[in-house]
């Protein structure tokens, strides 16, 4: 069973912070993805990493996959309360993703 | 249409009854996904339509669960006999045939099992 755990699970920090979300599992997939989600919407895109040790930024995000292809990291700079939501990673596995367990981040002004 | 959509957006129902959610996903979309999201949890994979291939139903929880897919168009997921632990947002994605491609998300069907 492939199973993609992330952490921290919950996150409250406040405007400006900086802050770090895993993504591991004991799979290689063949590619990782990030999502977002608010309350009452369906997972948002951010980004998706293909290549062992790929980084990728999207304004004050950097996305990480691992060499082995079996985690990833998201780190956020200077937090905003816009940043606030549940974010996902995911692993391409076969023809479906696999999505993480979930962190919940909480920006305060 | 522009976006994937679900329907109905909330549904409340008795212990018991059968339930049909529907997708209409984005038109050139060969790829559909069921997904369950209980509350203030990950997405757990149901089902996965890919053309005319047989359905990847690995996900489905029981056999109470069932969906179907007519070409690459609608979809619907059926649940048969509801029980309250089936309460849940059931989200349904779309994308062109998946290598490495996202997903697009509806905004789900919160199910509530009374």
């Known amino acids: 069973t492939q199973l993609l755990k992330q952490s921290p699970q919950f996150l409250s920090i406040q405007e400006g912070e900086n802050l770090t979300v895993y993504c591991n599992s004991s799979?290689?997939?063949?590619?990782l993805q990030w999502y977002r989600q608010e309350p009452g919407e369906g997972p948002v895109l951010l980004v998706t990493v293909v290549t062992g040790g790929e980084v990728k930024k999207l304004k004050r995000l950097t996305f990480q996959f691992g060499d082995a292809r079996k985690d990833s990291s998201l780190h956020i700079t200077a937090a905003q309360p816009g940043d606030t939501g549940l974010y996902l990673c995911a692993g391409g596995y076969t023809d479906k993703l696999i999505f993480g367990t979930g962190t919940r981040l909480q920006v305060f002004p | 249409g522009a976006g994937v959509s679900q329907s109905p957006s909330n549904k409340v129902t008795e212990k018991g009854k059968d339930v049909e959610l529907r997708c209409d996903p984005i038109s050139g979309h060969t790829a559909l996904y069921w997904y369950r999201q209980r509350l203030g949890q990950g997405l757990e994979f149901l089902i996965y339509f890919q053309g005319n291939s047989a359905p990847d139903k690995s996900g489905l929880p029981s056999d109470r669960f069932s969906a179907e897919r007519t070409g690459e168009s609608v979809s619907t997921l059926t649940i048969q006999r509801t029980q309250q632990e089936d309460s849940a947002v059931y989200l349904c994605a779309s994308s062109l045939v998946y290598r490495g491609q996202g997903y697009t998300f509806g905004s789900g069907t919160r199910l509530t099992v009374v």
């Open positions: 799979s290689v997939f063949s590619s």
